[in-house]
Nanobody, 124 residues
Framework: QLHLVESGGGSVQAGGSLRISCTAS????????MAWFRQTLGNKREAVAG?????PTYADSVKGRFTVSKDRANTLYLEMNRMTPGDTAMYYC????????????????????WGQGTQVTVSS
C-alpha cells in the first residue's frame, strides 16, 4: 500500500492561484498513475486531473486552468490558476502503485490508495 499525504491547501480569492502537492511513501519500484479528486459536503467525489504513461488528463471544468504534474520522486502536484468559488472543495490525491495506466481514471473506485485531503477555499 501507498501512504499519500496532501499539502498546500488554503484560502485564495477568485482569480488567484494555488498549488497543492501529494507526497507518496511506501514500497513501490516503478512509476505509477496518480490523480486528483475533489469533494464538497453532500456531493460525490469528482475527478479533477490524472497523470499516467499517456500523459495528463483533465476534467472539462478545469481544462486550461489547472495543470497536473509529477516529479521523479512520485510527488504529485496540481497548479490551479484563475480559480473560482466553484473550485472550493476538499482535494484528495489518489494512486495505484501497480498500474501506470488507469483507463477509467475518473472513477474513484479505480484507485486503491487515497490521501486524507487538503481543503481549498476560493472566496469571491
Amino acid at each position: 500500500q501507498l501512504h499519500l499525504v496532501e499539502s498546500g491547501g488554503g484560502s485564495v480569492q477568485a482569480g488567484g492561484s494555488l498549488r497543492i502537492s501529494c507526497t507518496a511513501s511506501g514500497h513501490f519500484s516503478f512509476d505509477f498513475a496518480m490523480a486528483w479528486f475533489r469533494q464538497t459536503l453532500g456531493n460525490k467525489r469528482e475527478a479533477v486531473a490524472g497523470i499516467s504513461s499517456s500523459g495528463p488528463t483533465y476534467a472539462d471544468s478545469v481544462k486550461g486552468r489547472f495543470t497536473v504534474s509529477k516529479d521523479r520522486a512520485n510527488t504529485l502536484y496540481l497548479e490551479m490558476n484563475r480559480m473560482t468559488p466553484g473550485d472550493t472543495a476538499m482535494y484528495y490525491c489518489a494512486a495505484d502503485k501497480d498500474r501506470w495506466v488507469v483507463p477509467l481514471w475518473f472513477s474513484p473506485g479505480e484507485w486503491p490508495s487515497w490521501g486524507q485531503g487538503t481543503q481549498v477555499t476560493v472566496s469571491s
